[in-house]
Nanobody, 114 residues
Framework: VQLVESGGGLVQPGGSLRLSCAAS????????MNWYRQAPGKEREFVAG???????NYTDSVKGRFTISRDNARSTVYLQMNSLKVEDTADYYC?????????WGRGTQVTVSP
C-alpha cells in the first residue's frame, strides 16, 4: 500500500487549496479513505473521511469549509479546503486501513498565513 499526498502550500487566510492523495497497492474503491492533520506541537487529528459508498464525515471545525471526494478510476482522494484559517496550518496526511493495518502517506504541508 502506498499513499502519496500533494497540493499543500502557503496560502493567505480566506484562500483555498486542494489536496490530493494518490493510492496504490490495494483495491482503492473498496476502502474508506481519511484525511488527518497535525499542527506543530499538537496531536494528529481526524479531518475528514469518505467511505467506499461515498458517504462523508468531517470534524466540526472544518464543516462547511472542507469537502472530501474520491475518484475511484484514478485511485485518488481529494480534500478541497476553502475559507482557510490560520488554525488550519498543519501537515495533512492521507490514511486508510487495509487488512487491519493503518497506512499513512508522508504528508503535505499547509501553511495559512497573512
Amino acid at each position: 500500500v502506498q499513499l502519496v499526498e500533494s497540493g499543500g502550500g502557503l496560502v493567505q487566510p480566506g484562500g483555498s487549496l486542494r489536496l490530493s492523495c494518490a493510492a496504490s497497492g490495494f483495491t482503492f474503491s473498496s476502502y474508506t479513505m481519511n484525511w488527518y492533520r497535525q499542527a506543530p506541537g499538537k496531536e494528529r487529528e481526524f479531518v475528514a473521511g469518505i467511505s467506499n459508498d461515498g458517504s462523508t464525515n468531517y470534524t466540526d471545525s472544518v464543516k462547511g469549509r472542507f469537502t472530501i471526494s474520491r475518484d475511484n478510476a484514478r485511485s485518488t482522494v481529494y480534500l478541497q479546503m476553502n475559507s482557510l484559517k490560520v488554525e488550519d496550518t498543519a501537515d495533512y496526511y492521507c490514511q486508510t486501513t487495509w487488512k487491519s493495518s493503518n497506512y499513512w502517506g508522508r504528508g503535505t504541508q499547509v501553511t495559512v498565513s497573512p
